[in-house]
Nanobody, 118 residues
Framework: QVHLVESGGGSVQAGGSLKLSCAAPSFTSAIYCMAWFRQAPGKEREGVGGLYGVDTTWYADSVKGRFTISKDNAKNTLYLQMNSLKPEDTAMYYC????????????WGQGTQVTVSS
């Protein structure tokens, strides 16, 4: 059973934009918090940003000011708007869900590839 479905990845030139989506039909309750992660080849997975509380966001320093996370509660879909993309943003991007009161993530999407060329 697929719980999270990402979409929106692709290839773009440096300076361009992409918007990722993550549909989470199985996690409609407010007890769940969602986030975006990414993993580049040969590197460890890192957190990109996420939502917690009513409407509070967090971002990795490397993406602050360039990426924006939002959520459509009616669609239970999380978004990642990525602007001013850099080649170092190239990675597989994953969305993930956790119980807000816990730190570990309990569900992951299949990932969507983002490739930024210079």
């Amino acid at each position: 059973q697929v719980h999270l479905v990402e979409s929106g990845g692709g290839s773009v030139q440096a300076g361009g934009s992409l918007k990722l989506s993550c549909a989470a039909p199985s996690f409609t309750s407010a007890i769940y918090c969602m986030a975006w992660f990414r993993q580049a080849p040969g590197k460890e997975r890192e957190g990109v940003g996420g939502l917690y509380g009513v409407d509070t966001t967090w971002y990795a320093d490397s993406v602050k000011g360039r990426f924006t996370i939002s959520k459509d509660n009616a669609k239970n879909t999380l978004y990642l708007q990525m602007n001013s993309l850099k080649p170092e943003d190239t990675a597989m991007y994953y969305c993930a869900v956790r119980l807000c009161r816990q730190a570990n993530y309990i569900a992951w999407g299949q990932g969507t590839q983002v490739t930024v060329s210079s």
